[in-house]
T-cell receptor, first 116, second 115 residues
Framework: GAGVSQSPRYKVAKRGQDVALRCDPI?????LFWYQQALGQGPEFLTY????????KSGLPSDRFFAERPEGSVSTLKIQRTQQEDSAVYLC??????????????FGPGTRLTVT | AQTVTQSQPEMSVQEAETVTLSCTYD???????LFWYKQPPSRQMILVIR??????QNATENRFSVNFQKAAKSFSLKISDSQLGDAAMYFC????????????FGTGTRLKVLA
């Protein structure tokens, strides 16, 4: 497909379980971002990759959150020992600075995580 | 640190009428970009319009236009000839001209379009 895809679209986890959320960016996009969107709020930045390098992880809320992008394409956001406050929509976005446009980000449909 | 404020949690507009959504931001940077994104119930964020801070001319995309007041740090979105399909959450976003290019979002404005 031409857009950013994310899987699963919905995930229900029991408190304490580990979860893994996947993002497939637009082919050729160098930059990849993860955001967390709580109910009724705007998205908040979690982490940023340029190719396989994680250049900014300042938004990750705790050391239970871990993200990787080992081959510079697909990325996985992992949350260990999930807590109820982790319930949110997790958005992935990609962009391509090489195109010379002002770095607009293209978003996926998100994964809604509910921790019970 | 940069902040983005959307002071209108919800707005309503009659179909075919015009509505303006407000956004203010705070920054000490001179190089930055501003965006409006639309998020329908399906959740996929769609870019509506963007504005480069160095450009004085307001951006326009069909029925969507912005009023960019750099000195006042204001970036409002005007939707003309509103359509039922415009109903969604609208987010204003700020992006620095350097660094990691992450977006800083406002809290959003829910737009209802009345038939």
């Amino acid at each position: 497909g031409a857009g950013v895809s994310q899987s699963p679209r919905y995930k229900v986890a029991k408190r304490g379980q580990d979860v893994a959320l996947r993002c497939d960016p637009i082919s050729g996009h160098v930059s990849l971002f993860w955001y967390q969107q709580a109910l009724g709020q705007g998205p908040e930045f979690l982490t940023y990759f340029q190719n396989e390098a994680q250049l900014d992880k300042s938004g990750l809320p705790s050391d239970r959150f871990f993200a990787e992008r080992p081959e510079g394409s697909v990325s996985t956001l992992k949350i260990q020992r999930t807590q109820q406050e982790d319930s949110a929509v997790y958005l992935c976005a990609s962009s391509s600075p090489s195109r010379g446009i002002p770095y607009e980000q293209y978003f996926g449909p998100g994964t809604r995580l509910t921790v019970t | 640190a940069q902040t983005v404020t959307q002071s209108q949690p919800e707005m309503s507009v009659q179909e075919a009428e015009t509505v303006t959504l407000s956004c203010t931001y705070d920054t000490s940077e001179s190089d930055y970009y501003l965006f409006w994104y639309k998020q329908p119930p399906s959740r996929q964020m769609i870019l509506v319009i963007r504005q480069e801070a160095y450009k004085q001319q307001n951006a326009t995309e069909n029925r969507f236009s912005v009023n960019f007041q750099k000195a006042a740090k204001s970036f409002s979105l005007k939707i003309s000839d509103s359509q039922l399909g415009d109903a969604a959450m609208y987010f204003c976003a700020y992006r620095s001209g350097e660094g990691t290019y992450k977006y800083i979002f406002g809290t959003g404005t829910r737009l209802k379009v009345l038939a």
